[in-house]
């Protein structure tokens, strides 16, 4: 499992996504979210790290309230 963030390669929508990528099929079907496209390029993005709220919130941590 890795969260990698990707561009959308069509020219007018130019989307980008962050995705927890859990296997490499889900990877291969793996679409922009907003024109639909299929060619995303994957970013890897050193100096910017993973936003670890949202990594929680996608593996259900919640944090008690006290
Ligand atoms: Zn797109």
Known sequence: M???EYVCMNKKCKHRMEK???SE????ALRCE??????LKKI???CSPPDV???N???GYTRTKE
């Open 2 to 4: 890795a969260l990698y």
């Open 20 to 22: 927890i990528i859990f």
């Open 25 to 28: 099929d889900e990877e291969k």
């Open 34 to 39: 907003k024109c639909n496209a299929k060619k």
């Open 53 to 55: 709220r949202g990594l």
């Open 57 to 59: 919130a996608a593996n």
């Open 44 to 46: 890897m993005s050193v």
